[in-house]
C-alpha cells in the first residue's frame, strides 16, 4: 500500500511552509513517527514525522516551498524491513568515470580585446581597461554589450580566485526580515535610554544565589528581576502593554511576556505565559524551559504565538547600548545590556557601580511620552529596589526561601 504524505497545517494562518531538509533519503526505510524532514513555516521549524513504516520516496527538493496539504513523499508500507545490519538503501552500482571532452583554445588574433569606439568610450567612463573584459564579438572583439555590462574590478584577484557562497535564507529569517522592514515603515517608533545601578541585585545574588539553587534547582539570574519589574511597570501603565487592531486598541487581561532567544536557527521569541503570577523560581524554571526548547529545535507555535511586551538581552553578546526593534503587533520591548563598573556621584560623593543601560522601544502611535518614559522609570525604580518593590520588603519570603 502506497501512502501519500502531505505537510500537516502547523497552525492558524500558515498556508504554506519550506522544506528546509530531508532527514532521511529515497529508498530508505523509516519508521512510524521517524522525524523524516525539518519544514520551515514563518514561525518556527518544526519536524515532519512518518506517518507509517515503509520505504520512502521522496517527491520535494529541500528549499521547495509548499502549500499545507500538498503531498511531498510516498511510503510503501508493504515493502519489507530490512534486515539487521543490512543497509535499508540499495547500492547503486560505481559509475564509470567520464571522460570530459577537450576543447582547443580558440585562437588569437590582432583584433582580440581590441574594443569598438562606442564600447572604448564607455569603458574610459567607468574607468575599465579593455585587458579587463572578454569580448563576445568576432575574432573576440570587445562589442558595445560587452563594455555596458563590464564592472570594475576590485583590484587583481589571486591565482586561486575569490569565490563567494550563496545560502538561501530559511522561510523563518526571510519572514523575519519583512516583519523587522515593516515595523520600521509603519510603526512611530521611538526609543527612550535610562540607566539601572545594579548593585542591588548583584548583592541579591551573592547573597542567596547558593540557597536559591539548592531549594528550586535553578539559578538566579538577572531574568527573573527584570521579567517581575516589567510586570509592575505594566500594571502601572498598561497602554504599554496595548496594541493596535485597525481603530482600536486592545489590551489583553493577562500579562504574557516574551522572551528573545537565539536559536540555531535564528531569533525565537517565546512567551512566558500568566507572569504577573509567577514567583522568581518560576519565572527563572520557565524562562530556562523556554530557551532549553529554543536550542533543541523544540519549540512549538503555541509557545511563541501571543505576548504582549517582548523582553531582549544583547548583553549577552557584549552590547552597551542599542534600539531594540518592536516584535509585532506589540507596542513596545525592553533592551537589556552588558553591566560596566563606571563612576557615579551617590549622596555627593563619586563612587563606582555596575551599571546597566537600557532602552525601552515603543509605538508613538498608541503610546505617549508619559506612557513609555514613565515605564522605563518604574522599571529602574524595580530594579534599584528590588527587595521594597519586588519581594514585599521580604528577600528570602520573596525569593522563596
Given at each position: 500500500?502506497?501512502?501519500d ?12 511552509v ?5 532527514l ?8 512510524k ?10 514561525k ?48 547503486s552500482?560505481a559509475?564509470?568515470p ?20 562606442a ?5 574610459a ?7 579587463q ?22 583590484g ?7 569565490g563567494?557562497?550563496r ?12 516583519r ?18 545594579m ?15 539548592a ?9 527573573s ?13 498598561p497602554?504599554v ?17 516574551s ?6 536557527k ?16 518560576q ?65 555627593g ?49 520573596g525569593?522563596?526561601?
Amino acid at each position: 500500500m502506497i501512502l501519500d504524505m502531505k505537510v500537516p497545517s502547523p497552525g492558524e494562518s500558515i498556508s504554506e511552509v519550506e522544506i528546509a531538509t530531508w532527514l532521511v533519503s529515497t529508498g530508505d526505510y523509516v519508521q512510524k513517527d521517524q522525524a523524516i524532514a525539518e519544514v520551515d513555516s514563518d514561525k518556527a521549524t518544526l519536524e515532519l514525522p512518518a506517518e507509517a513504516s515503509g520505504r520512502i520516496e521522496i517527491l520535494v527538493e529541500p528549499g521547495t516551498t509548499v502549500s499545507v496539504g500538498q503531498v511531498v513523499c510516498r511510503i510503501d508500507t508493504a515493502a519489507a524491513a530490512p534486515e539487521a545490519g543490512a543497509s535499508a538503501v540499495p547500492a547503486s552500482p560505481a559509475a564509470a568515470p567520464i571522460q570530459a571532452p577537450t576543447t582547443a583554445p580558440a585562437s588569437q588574433t590582432y583584433a582580440s580585446g581590441t574594443a569598438s569606439p562606442a564600447a572604448k568610450k564607455i569603458l574610459a567612463e567607468k574607468g575599465i581597461a579593455s585587458s579587463q573584459v572578454a569580448g563576445s564579438g568576432k575574432d573576440g572583439r570587445i562589442t558595445k554589450d560587452d563594455a555596458v555590462n563590464a564592472k570594475a574590478s576590485m583590484g587583481t584577484a589571486p591565482e586561486s580566485g575569490r569565490g563567494e557562497t550563496r545560502t538561501r535564507m530559511s522561510a523563518l529569517r526571510r519572514k523575519l526580515a519583512t516583519r523587522l522592514v515593516s515595523v520600521k515603515n509603519e510603526t512611530a517608533m521611538l526609543t527612550t535610554f535610562n540607566e539601572v545601578d545594579m548593585k542591588a541585585i548583584m548583592d541579591l545574588r551573592k547573597l542567596h544565589k547558593d540557597a536559591f539553587a539548592a531549594k528550586h534547582g535553578v539559578g538566579l539570574g538577572f531574568m527573573s528581576f527584570f521579567t517581575l519589574a516589567t510586570v509592575r511597570a505594566l500594571k502601572l501603565y498598561p497602554s504599554v502593554a496595548s496594541m493596535i487592531d485597525g481603530d482600536d486598541m486592545v489590551t489583553l487581561d493577562t500579562t504574557d511576556i516574551s522572551v528573545a532567544v537565539s536559536g540555531p536557527k535564528g531569533l525565537m521569541v517565546p512567551v512566558l505565559r500568566n507572569a504577573d503570577q509567577l514567583s522568581f523560581a518560576q519565572v527563572e524554571l520557565g524562562i530556562k524551559d523556554l530557551a532549553t526548547k529554543v536550542r533543541d529545535g523544540k519549540i512549538s507555535l503555541d509557545e511563541m504565538t501571543g505576548g504582549c511586551f517582548t523582553i531582549t538581552n544583547g548583553g549577552v553578546f557584549g552590547s552597551m547600548l542599542s534600539t531594540p526593534i518592536i516584535n509585532p503587533p506589540q507596542s513596545a520591548i525592553l533592551g537589556m545590556h552588558n553591566i560596566v563598573e563606571r563612576p557615579m556621584v551617590v549622596q555627593g560623593e563619586i563612587v563606582v557601580r555596575p551599571i546597566m543601560y537600557v532602552a525601552l522601544s515603543y509605538d508613538h502611535r498608541i503610546i505617549d511620552g508619559r506612557e513609555s518614559v514613565g515605564t522605563l522609570v518604574a522599571i529602574k525604580e524595580a530594579l534599584e529596589n528590588p527587595v521594597e518593590f519586588l519581594m514585599g520588603g521580604d528577600a528570602k519570603a520573596g525569593l522563596g526561601l
